[in-house]
């Protein structure tokens, strides 16, 4: 199973392709990326915890009910959807819809950065 320091690492990498992609004609690929860097950030997290699920549907409930990451529910879960839409209902991606996005990630990616001390 990944490490804590593995998940931050993936985080990390996934965070710099999203701004690269937020940058380019694939605004909706960025999206997904995003939230896929915020799944490795909460899941660093449920890592510190021994857990590591393995699925969307198993990652979910554990972020809504983790002491620490329950308090950026609304944005994992905001994250999620985003990337739902614009991967599988062909959501546009308007550039206020990306700063949206974008402002949901640092908010979580700032809250969990600073639970973990790193």
């Known amino acids: 199973m990944p490490t804590k320091e593995e998940h931050l690492d993936k985080a990390l990498r996934n965070e710099q392709l999203a701004d690269v992609l937020a940058q380019s ?12 860097s915020a799944l490795h950030y909460a899941h660093a997290v ?3 915890y021994g857990q590591h699920p ?5 990652t979910a409930p554990l972020v809504r009910r983790n002491p620490v990451l329950k ?5 994992y879960r905001s994250l999620q959807t985003a ?3 614009a991967r599988y209902y ?19 990616k700032s809250y969990i950065r ?3 001390k790193v």
Request: no cysteine.
């Open 46 to 48: 449920l890592a510190v």
């Open 90 to 108: 062909l959501t546009a991606i308007s550039p206020a819809h990306l700063q949206d996005v974008r402002n949901d990630f640092n908010t979580l």
């Open 114 to 116: 600073g639970e973990l």
């Open 25 to 36: 004609k694939f605004p909706d690929w960025a999206v997904t990326v995003y939230f896929y």
């Open 54 to 58: 393995e699925s969307h549907e198993a």
């Open 71 to 75: 308090t950026v529910w609304a944005e």
């Open 83 to 85: 990337s739902r839409n």
